[in-house]
């Protein structure tokens, strides 16, 4: 018997789509059977210097289901994003459908809701979103059979979303020679991260791993899709069996050397209220500029 809860051969159509201003890749997979699909990792164009939100990218992937007359369940968000703004509200509105992150989004919200003083009104109970997801959790996209893995280490809530045959693993790995995801946000832990990606690389060796961001190492063409294989020969970070501690060493000393990413103040205080905007007491949108809380 697998030690999986799914059947990890149904096959699942997997449509990206890359946001250059963020280095993010969004995807729609789909059910060839039934036509329903998810959106994993949602993105809201976001114009940081005028303050203003738009919505260009996020009506593309509307267009696309909306065109090949897909029904959208789904829209998961792989973790609190520091380096985009989730579209979700907006998407569900348009084509409704279920957002759903890891349950441990409750102590990314209590970390950032003292970091961003948010005070009583902010709920840090995760009830936000639609579905809060436990390790090993399972649900359908139509016919198609998903389990989420818990995979902490960039942040508490990360998840990895194995969707039939393709797993859809956020920011816990890059492509193989780009590495791992930084472990130094408040949460975040390279002990953890490098458990996590083993539990990656534990998956099937033909398991198509669709990755979260991508920024052409050494010039390269901006690419999304491996394998656990090619993650397990080739990954600059984890591949060849390296050890715990070298990763931990490794990450560790890159760790300091990165700056935080150019959104991460409006994307956090965005995403860890999936996606809804924070208002005033009179209800208008605004964001907090903590000084020295990062």
């Known amino acids: 018997m697998s030690q999986y809860p799914i059947n990890m ?13 963020s280095n993010t890749i969004s995807y729609v997979v789909t059910d060839p059977q039934t036509k329903a699909c998810a959106i994993i ?22 267009a696309f289901i909306k065109q090949n007359e897909l029904s959208l369940e789904w829209i998961i968000e792989s973790h609190v994003h520091a380096d985009h703004l989730s579209a979700a509200p907006y998407i569900q509105e348009s084509l409704g459908g279920k ?6 989004i409750t102590r990314v919200q209590d970390e950032f809701g003292k970091i961003f003083n948010e005070g009583t009104r902010f709920q840090r109970d995760g009830s936000q979103f639609d ?4 390790d090993g959790d399972t649900y359908k996209i139509g016919a198609l059979d998903a389990f989420v893995i818990s995979t902490p280490g960039h942040t508490p809530a990360c998840m990895v979303h194995v969707i039939g045959d393709a797993a859809f693993v956020g920011d816990t790995l890059f492509m193989p020679d780009g590495g791992s995801a930084r472990a130094d946000f408040p949460g975040g832990d390279a002990e953890m991260l490098y458990d996590s990606i083993q539990k990656v690389l534990s998956l099937p060796d033909q398991m198509r791993l669709f990755i979260c961001h991508d920024y052409g190492p050494n010039g390269r063409e901006i690419a999304w899709e491996t394998t656990v294989l090619e993650q397990r020969n080739n990954n600059i970070h984890v591949g060849k069996g390296s050890s715990k501690a070298s990763f931990v060493k490794l990450r560790t000393e890159r760790d300091k050397q990165l700056a935080m990413p150019k959104l991460i103040i409006p994307a ?6 999936a996606g809804e905007l924070p208002t005033d007491e009179e209800g208008n ?7 020295n809380g990062l």
């Open 9 to 21: 051969h149904q096959g699942s159509i997997v449509e990206p789509f890359f946001d250059s201003a």
């Open 99 to 104: 957002i759903g992150i890891g349950k441990e």
């Open 285 to 291: 949108p605004v964001l907090k500029v903590p000084l």
């Open 268 to 273: 956090l205080q965005v995403n860890m209220r």
């Open 41 to 62: 990792d949602s993105v809201l164009d976001f114009d940081y210097s005028a303050g203003r939100t738009e919505y260009e990218f996020a009506d593309k992937q509307i």
């Open 131 to 134: 579905q809060l997801f436990n």
